[in-house]
């Protein structure tokens, strides 16, 4: 069976991305598959960048086509953060949870009308004969003023997708992957894998 190397550690998002690419036939892998592959340095300055890092990193490392994905959080009144600093917003090895606390601080005198936010996904894909694509998924919404449920990760306990009333914590991962930046950016490059693994 051909392979796929998804370029993170996060449990959370390869059962995500797993999900997504199930009707793909490939054997997706972790980089827990590969624990002599170090981290990757993270510090191109834009999601899109850090994402071909990890893609090119680990598909030189494995031999295997790999894809990897970057994502931030933009919140308009806090002028675009925590951004491409999403994962370590309240510090390099910081958890979901603090890094929840610091967003709902930061924001804590927000009235509804500025609380408007987007999740911004960029997709990197690299393999050999093909070079790389990228590709982009948003999913706009607005940031609560308490977290609300107890699925998925991340900021998803305060994101409230525009058009629902359930955040993306409260959601089945059936649901959040119909409409979620990582959802929409999978859907962009799905021809492209379909294309190379046919």
């Known amino acids: 069976m051909k392979k796929l190397v998804l370029a993170t550690h996060n449990r959370d998002k390869v059962r995500e991305i797993s999900a997504l690419l199930s009707d793909l036939g490939v054997e997706v892998l972790s980089l827990d598959a590969f624990p002599r592959i170090g ?50 917003y309240s510090g390099e090895h910081a958890t979901y949870a603090e890094n929840v606390s610091k967003l709902m601080d930061a924001m804590k005198s927000f009235p509804p009308r500025r609380r408007a936010a987007r999740f911004r996904c960029s997709l990197a894909f690299v393999a050999p004969g093909i070079g790389s694509r990228t590709v982009e998924g948003i999913c706009r919404g607005s940031i609560l003023e308490k977290p609300r449920g107890t699925g998925g990760f991340g900021y998803d306990p305060v994101f409230l997708p ?20 990582r959802a929409l950016a999978m859907r962009e490059i799905l021809p492209i894998l379909r294309e190379y693994f046919k």
Request: aromatic letters at 4%.
């Open 39 to 88: 981290p990757v340095a993270e510090d191109s300055g834009t999601l899109e960048g850090n994402a071909l890092l990890k893609a090119n990193a680990v598909g030189r490392s494995t031999g295997l086509p790999a894809l990897a994905d970057d994502t931030g959080l933009e919140v308009h009144s806090l002028y675009g953060e925590p951004g491409v600093y999403s994962s370590r």
């Open 162 to 181: 525009n058009g629902f009333d359930m955040t993306l914590a409260e959601m089945d991962l059936s649901l959040k992957n119909t409409l979620s930046h």
